[in-house]
């Protein structure tokens, strides 16, 4: 059953065991870019690199928010994401949601800090995407 928006110790606490889970995730998908792409300019490897990671975050991020609104991190702190009228996530919104976060996390996190000021404590990313986190019990 869902209840109410969880508190932001546990959102910070399952951040920090997302980044864990992500940095493994990207130990991983580095292997193949970096056998393809030998011989290719320092200068064009690195962005190339940059973007993929990105892209293989995104991937990871959609498809978990898409099937069941969790991912690993978020079923341990029993956390849920759901779209703003309580329903599944869109596809949409789910890539909306995700590129927000990281402008949100590149502007000095002001995108995290919004819950302080938000009245439900949602994130910025999660109004402006029109979902929102749940604690799931």
Do not use: N
């Not at 973007?51 to 609104?69: D, I, K, P, Q, S």
């Amino acid at each position: 059953m869902l209840t109410d928006t969880p508190s932001l110790k546990r959102r910070f606490a399952c951040m920090v065991y997302e980044a864990l889970v992500l940095l493994a995730l990207w130990i991983v998908a580095a292997f193949p870019f970096v056998g393809l792409s030998r011989g290719l300019d320092p200068g064009l490897a690195r962005p190339l690199l940059q973007a993929y990671m990105l892209v293989v975050a995104g991937l990871y991020f959609v498809w978990f928010w898409r099937h069941g609104g969790q991912t690993l991190p978020m079923k341990t702190w029993r956390i849920r994401l759901l779209a703003a009228d309580g329903g599944p996530v869109g596809l949409r919104q789910a890539w909306l949601r995700y590129a927000l976060a990281w402008l949100g996390l590149a502007a000095f996190g002001l995108g995290v800090l919004w819950a302080l000021l938000d009245p439900e404590r949602q994130f910025l990313h999660d109004r402006l995407a029109g979902t929102r986190l749940r604690r799931a019990e």
